[in-house]
Nanobody
């Protein structure tokens, strides 16, 4: 069965960096668009970043643009999220998600994704 497993979360000071990774199994990874979402306490889950199956096309939420970078390694079946200049508003559980897609497709809507990981906690202290 399809499994997505996030790692790399933790506690970091404001202004610091973290790199999240998501390892996928049970699917042909290069046929899937991938996304990162997050959910802060008391808030709905929101889109963070997405990448198409080749890694050539990315899209970011305005709140993370120029601070976060999404990337993927199809040889290793992983997608990563490099997070720089973190602030307290970035504190959330971060989830990766997968959806089978065409070459150029990316998705920003939560409901478009077929598979989800269990999430990893990111806490930023101010």
């Amino acid at each position: 069965q399809v499994q997505l497993v996030e790692s790399g979360g933790g506690l970091v000071q404001a202004g610091g960096s973290l790199r999240l990774s998501c390892a996928a199994s049970g699917l042909t990874f290069s046929n899937y668009a991938m996304g990162w979402f997050r959910q802060a306490p008391g808030k709905e889950r929101e889109f963070v970043a997405a990448v198409n199956w080749s890694g050539a096309r990315m899209h970011y939420a305005d709140s993370v643009k120029d601070r976060f970078t999404i990337s993927r390694d199809n040889a290793k079946n992983t997608v990563s999220l490099q997070m720089n200049s973190l602030n307290a508003e970035d504190t959330a559980v971060y989830y990766c998600a997968a959806r089978r897609s065409g070459y150029w497709d990316i998705y920003i809507e939560e409901k478009k994704y077929d598979y989800w990981g269990q999430g990893t906690q990111v806490s930023v202290s101010s």
